[in-house]
């Protein structure tokens, strides 16, 4: 018999989940760097530092992946590298320039497949490996990845407004990678196709149909949603029914995947349309899933229930909210 939990237990689940409580070290992290007195063109908390370049921004990135998923999928690990910072630098309007690598294993066999799906990442994506750091003859194996793109309008994680409509735009042409949470609609799909997936992001901000969106993290769709609104400084009533989710996969599971192809935007009512039909044109599923207001609190809600995932007035998540975007 399958028990369907309640929605205070997913809520609960959410808020407890391992995906979020990773980025709840982040507020520790920025405070002991002294990161957050700097000037920059956008704060502390987004998907990529921002760094203001004559008419546009360069926008750097990196990404650690977990000794775990290294050791169980070591070739998804590799294509990971490139494809996960890819989505950052889309998630802030950007396009890809270049990524390098820092790669420890115990020797050249075991670093193999993770050089295999590292290359397959970095030619399905269009975007090289210019270079890196390597050790062969470490005592376990562990993968870093660093990108750097450029956008010519960003979007941020600090611009949701009240009244702005949450978007949710998934690729649901996928599977899980079992048994892990990691929706993989990457790996076999058409290169050239995910390309112009990607490429929709920097489209729709140099179109100026939205200024603020995230992409989909481990922490979910909603945990993901969490650090955008606390970002901004807003909260959000989530319905959790018009999450896009594919028809045979257990809501609860759902809210705790990683995605390959997620992103979470914030937009005005009326360029709802406009970014919608971007990403229905080229099958990927969109839908307003919420609407974002001034409460500081974040809800799901299921029919005529709702449940407190979140209330930042009480506690921070990443500790970077009540931070405004540099003009």
Known sequence: ?????TLAEIARGIREGRGVAHKRDIDAVVARLGLGDRDAAVPLGDDCAAIRDGDGFLLLAIEGFLDG???ADPYFAGFCGVMVNVSDIAAMGGRPIAVVDALWSRDRPQAEP?????????ETYGVPVVGGHTNARAGAEHLAVAILGRAERLLTSFAARPGDLLVAAIDLRGRFREPHPYWDAATGAPPGRLRADVGLLAQIAEDGLAEAGKDISMAGVVGTALMLLECSGVGAAIVLDRIPRPPDVPLAR?????????YLLSVAP????AVLDRFTARGIAASAIGTVDASRVV???AGEEEAVVWDFAGSPLIGCGGMSAGS
Do not use: N
């Open 69 to 71: 998923f290294v050791a």
């Open 254 to 262: 759902w809210l705790t995947a990683f995605p390959s192809y997620g």
């Open 299 to 301: 809800r799901i809600v």
């Open 270 to 273: 009326d360029r709802l349309g």
């Open 1 to 5: 018999m399958t028990v369907v939990p």
């Open 114 to 122: 993770i050089l295999a799906g590292l290359r397959a990442g970095a």
